[in-house]
């Protein structure tokens, strides 16, 4: 029995040995760091300049600590970035980039309702994402990632996303009914 | 010969960047000091690297990519062209086929250029491929291009109507050990193992081995054919990034096979190669790059013939902006082969032994008229051969991308098909009286070739057309020559050629793709003035008149992967092989990340059908189903 376990034990140690290749999410946590020198927030009035600039992520957490280590004592000005996990839509406070999880897909219509006019960069990688009128939605393609960027959403929340990053990115529009 | 390729080199410079971020990948740290494109171009599971500027290219260009080739479910080569609609592939028996663009096929097809990681895959007997004998690990290759149209300017004699560009990935992208086995009907058994590691921080090696066996196809009385094979064949790939941006490789690999005949003995094949290639980085805008090769090649044929060929070659090419408009490529070649022919009463190559000499040079001016919107591009290769001296080959090509969505490209190109072997030195029978003479003064075929293309991407769906119209002057006939039944090789044949090319891709879903890919094409081929031929063609090509392949890649979930490739071929007339339809399908199923299961189907629609072949010659090729299972650790 001890054997049997040892083997088991040797062998998914063996078949889950990490490809030597980046994680999706990693690359997708550095590109959510990126998005902050790409867009501009309106400006709050009387707003502390050292005010945190927070990643929020809503549903199960895909990144494990790759968000967390990619922006450890990074700042954009004199902000430093800051990690949030948020279960509910209500809990979504001061947030700047918010990545919803896979795990939210079935109610990504209802989210994105609550978050309207919120000036708060929507980010997902669920599917149709971008046309169901979130902001920028990863795309996996080839074993790449791609972006592609709902700039009607981005405009109607008065978030601007600089054209360097529209440049790389595939654009979208919600369908009109 | 064997020099440059502008989309090689703008993959190159794509991925140039990318060493840095490569050495510590693990590193969120090395990841953020990427730009927006680089971060896009960062792999996530494994590689394909696709030309960035695929779309804008002036020249009928499909990428196979490594994808492509694992969810086709293809175990050889040849089988993994099929997924490039502009080729025609044709299966002829058990190893060998017949692959062109634009037509002109046949087993000894003389006008496409192929390439295996920069080293030209070639016979100086007929200027043409032996398939059986080209191999690699199909998991290790990154991508393969395929350019159907004259690529000569850049590329060389020989690429009159294409050039086919196998490219492996880099040694730092095939970490770790990989295993695969499977077998089953017509693939009775193959098995590969490779492993990929690192030599201190900016060196990254691998070895391979890998072997197969195959089943006979059937004669046209449903009796097994004498053609089954089994082969071996190992190697290595070793990449050195060293300081500044310079970057070494070294490839090597080494094959043996058996492959039985009708006749008694087995035809013995062997060979391997050796290639060296050094990128030097002057500045960011321009780059020097070498290779050299040697490779060796015997083919025994007991009872018939047998060749020993040993080649060399070196290449150096520049590459540099000028200023903001023009981007310049030149480069010079020189290839040596030392061909070594045991003859037949039946057959001769005459003289057994020669030594045959190229020097070329060659420059290419892409000129942004427009930056981003216009470009021209003008270039020409000499070349110098033993055969016929200086042969010149010019090309200018206009494309015109007038939104990001849409480009349109135009081109003319000369381009010829050199002497080989078959043409001047071939004796049938070894004696006088000769049935068949190679003709003393045979000259190079020459081809003027007019193309027009247009590529539109809409969203999820991306189109594009080529067409195309080529004259061809002084094609390979056969001349009567004084004698009982004598012909002798001339150039007394002229021809055209016409036709259209269109694929379609369109991604439904994130995890559903169609892709469909359609070809038209009329070759007439007529003996021009003082040529007493009567074969109109009938030895130059055998070419069905259209092609169809519909594709689709289905995801389901993150375990299951469903493929179906469906093709239709018409007839090839001057053959009498009808026209036929099949198809090919995988299911794979990855319940771990590390393996991978796959059952794979080829030519599902029937029992046995035919491809290819003169009457006499027929061999049906039988439905085959193979399992395999791969194993990353």
């Known amino acids: 029995m001890a054997l049997l376990r040892a083997v088991s034990v040797l062998a998914s140690a063996l078949l889950f040995v990490q490809s030597p290749r980046a994680s999706e999410y990693q690359v997708k946590a550095v590109f959510l760091f990126n998005f902050a020198q790409f867009v501009d927030w309106p400006t709050v009035p009387a707003q502390d300049p050292r005010t945190p600039l927070l990643i929020g992520i809503l549903g199960d957490d895909p990144f494990g600590a790759f968000l967390d280590e990619t922006v450890r004592g990074e700042h954009l000005g ?94 979208v529009r919600t369908p009109r009914r | 010969m064997n020099p440059t390729r502008t989309l090689f080199l703008i993959v190159l410079l794509a991925v140039a960047a990318r060493p840095a971020a490569a050495q510590q990948r693990d590193s969120a740290e090395a990841l953020k000091r990427l730009t927006l494109d680089q971060l896009m171009n960062v792999e996530v599971m ?85 398939w059986d004998v080209q191999d690699v690990l199909l998991t290790d290759i990154d991508r393969i291009e395929v350019i159907s149209g004259p690529g000569a300017t850049l590329w060389g004699s020989n690429a009159v109507n294409g050039v086919i560009n196998v490219i492996t990935k880099d040694a730092k992208d095939t970490r770790g050990l990989l295993v695969t086995g499977g077998g089953g009907t017509e693939l009775a058994g193959f098995g590969s193992a490779r492993y990929g590691g690192e030599l201190g921080a900016h060196t990254h090696y691998r070895i391979y081995g890998k072997g197969f066996s195959r089943d006979p196809t059937l004669l046209p009385n449903g009796q097994a054919a004498a053609d089954a094979w089994h082969m071996g064949q190992g190697g290595l790939r070793l990449d050195w990034d060293a300081s500044a941006g310079n970057r070494l490789s070294l490839l090597s690999d080494w094959y043996d096979g058996r492959i039985v ?161 078959i043409d001047r030195e071939l004796f049938i029978p070894r004696q006088p009286p000769y049935f068949l003479a190679g003709g003393p003064n045979f000259r190079s075929e020459n081809e003027l070739a ?38 002798e090789i001339g150039n007394g044949q002229d021809g055209e050629s016409y036709g259209g090319e269109a694929t379609a891709t369109y991604r439904i879903t994130d995890n559903w793709q169609l892709r469909a890919g359609y070809t038209e094409l009329r070759i007439h081929i007529w003996p021009n003035p003082g040529s007493a031929d009567t074969t109109r063609g009938a030895t130059e090509s055998h070419t069905p008149d259209r092609q169809l392949s519909l594709r689709s890649s289905l995801s389901l979930g993150a375990q299951w992967s469903l493929d179906g490739g469906f ?38 629609l029937h029992d046995r059908h035919t491809e290819f072949g003169t009457p006499t010659a027929l061999r049906r090729i039988e439905r085959g189903v193979y399992g395999m299972a791969q194993w990353h650790f």
């Open chain 2, 261 to 421: 005949q009708a006749s008694p003995g087995h035809i013995g094949v062997s060979g391997g190669n050796v290639v060296a290639k050094w990128a030097h980085p002057i500045s960011a805008t321009s780059e020097v790059t070498a290779q050299a090769y040697y490779d060796r090649t015997h083919r025994n044929i007991p009872g018939t013939f047998g060749e020993d060929l040993d080649s060399y070659d070196i290449d150096v090419q520049h590459r540099a902006a000028l200023g903001a408009r023009h981007h310049v490529v030149w480069g010079l070649g020189y290839r040596l082969i030392n061909d070594r022919v045991q003859n037949s009463a039946g057959l001769a190559f005459l003289p057994p032994h020669v030594a045959r000499q190229w020097f070329t040079a060659f420059a290419q001016d892409e000129i942004a008229l427009v930056p981003e919107r216009f470009h021209v591009t003008l270039g020409a290769k000499i070349e110098h051969n033993d055969y016929t001296g200086f042969e010149i080959q010019p090309s200018g090509r206009v494309n015109w991308t007038f939104s990001p969505s849409r480009t349109l490209w135009a081109a003319i190109s000369r381009a010829v098909r050199t002497p080989s072997r």
């Open chain 2, 46 to 130: 494994s590689v394909s690297r696709r030309p960035e500027r695929l779309f804008e290219t002036p020249s009928a260009i499909q990428v196979i990519t490594q994808d492509d080739i694992r969810r086709s479910g293809a175990t050889s080569l040849p089988e993994a062209l099929r997924l490039a609609s502009n080729l025609q592939v044709a299966q002829v028996d058990a190893r060998q086929w017949a692959i062109s663009a634009r037509g002109l096929n046949s087993t000894t097809a003389n006008k496409l250029l192929v390439l295996i990681d920069g080293r030209t895959v070639y016979t100086p007997l007929f200027s043409g491929v032996f």
């Open chain 2, 450 to 487: 007019y193309e027009l293309g247009y590529r539109h991407q809409q969203g999820a769906l991306v189109l594009s057309f080529a067409t195309f119209y080529s004259h061809y002057h002084g094609l390979r006939s056969l001349e009567p020559v004084p004698g009982p039944d004598s012909l």
């Open chain 2, 567 to 604: 093709r239709y071929i018409s007839e090839i007339v001057n053959q009498q092989v009808p026209a036929y339809t099949e198809l090919d399908a995988r299911l794979g199923w990855q319940p771990l990340a590390a393996l991978e299961l796959s059952l794979a189907g080829r030519n599902l």
């Open chain 1, 78 to 171: 004199l902000r430093p970035f800051e990690v949030h996990r948020y279960h509910e839509l209500t809990d979504i406070e001061g947030c700047n980039i918010l990545f919803i999880s896979r795990s939210e897909n079935e109610r990504v219509g209802q989210i994105l309702a609550a978050l309207h006019n919120r000036t708060i960069l929507t980010v997902s990688d669920g599917e149709d994402f971008a046309k169901r009128g979130g902001m920028i939605q990863f795309v996996n393609d080839k074993n790449r990632i791609r972006l592609r960027i709902n700039l009607e959403a981005a405009q109607a929340a008065n978030v601007t996303i600089s054209s360097k990053l529209l440049r790389v990115a595939e654009i």
